[in-house]
């Protein structure tokens, strides 16, 4: 199975702008995410996909793989289709630019199901963590997943899901981790199909496989990681990092 990572890089982040490029322990963010995806040993190539040139001169500096995107897109997913049309993988890692905070027994996890997934049922997978505090599960940054009772992604959401009407009901709330792993099949329908009005909404592109009735599967870990955000979250990384 040729498994590889792409990390969709863009360098004007809506709500932390040239978020990719701050320093995190003497080196830009997207460097430290490059390297960590490298590292872990897990992927047959990892390339940096990105419209910047910035962000393509620094991974090129350090000896990385770049693959600048042609066209403007929407979304992260869509900037990696454009980028593996041609090639020939079976699957394919995105790893979100601003999480350096790679981990490798998490990936692990995720790989093995599709590769125990012979019957090729299985069109994405995707990582959530258990959350417990009610200010990040309120937060909208944080986007929410809940699941059926094997684990396929029911809906994703910035909003607390689920609603908390009974509060006697004990139920665990999921954090969805920007970790997305597509069979190339789904990714190249992805780009091909129109955003529907609850994407556009939410702005969560996995909600528009749910949309088509693509089957998500989310794997369980427990590495919460640090994705950077905001400026708050920046320093927060660096603090972890030293």
Same mark, same amino acid.
């Given at each position: 199975?040729?498994?590889?990572?792409?990390?969709?890089?863009?360098?004007?982040?809506?709500?932390?702008?040239?978020?990719?490029?701050?320093?995190?322990?003497?080196?830009?963010?997207?460097?430290?995410?490059?390297?960590?995806?490298?590292?872990?040993?897990?992927?047959?190539?990892?390339?940096?996909?990105? =419209?910047? /040139?910035?962000?393509?001169?620094?991974?090129?500096?350090?000896?990385?793989?770049?693959?600048?995107?042609? @066209?403007?897109?929407?979304?992260?997913?869509?900037?990696?289709?454009?980028?593996?049309?041609?090639?020939?993988?079976?699957?394919?890692?995105?790893?979100?630019?601003?999480?350096?905070?790679?981990?490798?027994?998490?990936?692990?996890?995720?790989?093995?199901?599709?590769?125990?997934?012979?019957?090729?049922?299985?069109?994405?997978?995707?990582?959530?963590?258990?959350?417990?505090?009610?200010?990040?599960?309120?937060?909208?940054?944080?986007? @929410?997943?809940?699941?059926?009772?094997?684990?396929?992604? *029911?809906?994703?959401?910035?909003?607390?899901? /689920?609603?908390?009407? =009974?509060?006697?009901?004990?139920?665990?709330?999921?954090?969805?981790?920007?970790?997305?792993?597509?069979? @190339?099949?789904?990714?190249?329908?992805?780009?091909?199909? /129109?955003?529907?009005?609850?994407?556009?909404?939410?702005?969560?592109?996995?909600?528009?496989? *749910?949309?088509?009735?693509?089957?998500?599967?989310?794997?369980?870990?427990?590495?919460?990681?640090?994705?950077?955000?905001? /400026?708050?979250?920046?320093?927060?990384?660096?603090?972890?990092? @030293?």
């Amino acid at each position: 199975m040729n498994i590889i990572s792409m990390i969709p890089a863009r360098y004007q982040a809506s709500r932390f702008p040239a978020k990719l490029m701050q320093d995190l322990g003497g080196k830009p963010v997207i460097v430290r995410t490059y390297e960590a995806a490298v590292k872990t040993g897990l992927f047959n190539e990892v390339y940096v996909v990105t =419209d910047s /040139p910035v962000i393509a001169d620094v991974i090129e500096g350090i000896g990385g793989k770049v693959i600048m995107s042609k @066209k403007t897109h929407e979304s992260g997913s869509d900037r990696i289709a454009e980028a593996v049309e041609d090639m020939d993988v079976d699957v394919v890692i995105n790893v979100q630019g601003d999480e350096p905070f790679i981990d490798s027994e998490s990936l692990e996890k995720i790989i093995k199901v599709f590769k125990n997934d012979t019957e090729k049922e299985i069109d994405l997978g995707s990582l959530m963590t258990p959350i417990t505090d009610w200010g990040e599960i309120a937060n909208p940054n944080t986007v @929410k997943v809940i699941v059926d009772n094997q684990d396929f992604a *029911l809906y994703f959401s910035r909003s607390p899901i /689920p609603y908390p009407r =009974d509060e006697k009901v004990d139920v665990t709330y999921y954090k969805h981790k920007g970790v997305y792993v597509f069979r @190339k099949r789904a990714l190249m329908d992805f780009q091909k199909l /129109p955003m529907l009005p609850l994407e556009a909404k939410e702005k969560i592109e996995a909600i528009r496989f *749910l949309e088509y009735g693509k089957k998500i599967k989310m794997v369980e870990t427990h590495v919460t990681g640090i994705e950077i955000d905001t /400026p708050e979250d920046l320093e927060r990384a660096r603090k972890v990092w @030293k």
